[in-house]
């Protein structure tokens, strides 16, 4: 089974960085197209940035200039880097994975469980 384990959130003040990470297992990166998705109190889920197997990225309007999406294939380890953060900005993330569905919207299969970002 593929499994998706976000980590690094935690609470910062406006202005500030965080870089996110989730680990996959159960497959190899490169057949698969990932992204990042957060979820707002009260909101749907939206797509941050996503990167499929050619190595393209898409990233949201509310990502460009401010967060940067990458992959590290020797750990099986996606990121999100993400800087000039906003309270708006808070959230649970989500990285997600698919080996058919690519882009932002919300069609992949595989997601993991979440990791908050608090922005005060």
């Known amino acids: 089974d593929v499994q998706l384990v976000e980590s690094g959130g935690g609470s910062v003040e406006a202005g500030g960085s965080l870089t996110l990470s989730c680990e996959i297992s159960?497959?190899?990166?490169?057949?698969?197209?990932m992204g990042w998705f957060r979820q707002a109190p009260g909101k749907g889920r939206e797509g941050v940035a996503a990167l499929d197997v050619d190595g393209n990225i898409n990233y949201a309007e509310l990502a460009k200039g401010r967060f940067t999406i990458s992959k590290d294939k020797a750990k099986n380890t996606l990121y999100l880097e993400m800087n000039s953060l906003q309270p708006e900005d808070t959230g649970m993330y989500y990285c997600?994975?698919?080996?058919?569905?690519?882009?932002?919207?919300?069609?992949?299969?595989?997601w993991g469980q979440g990791t908050q970002v608090t922005v005060s």
């Open positions: 997600a994975a698919d080996w058919i569905f690519c882009g932002l919207g919300r069609g992949y299969n595989n």
């Open positions: 159960g497959y190899t990166m490169i057949r698969y197209c």
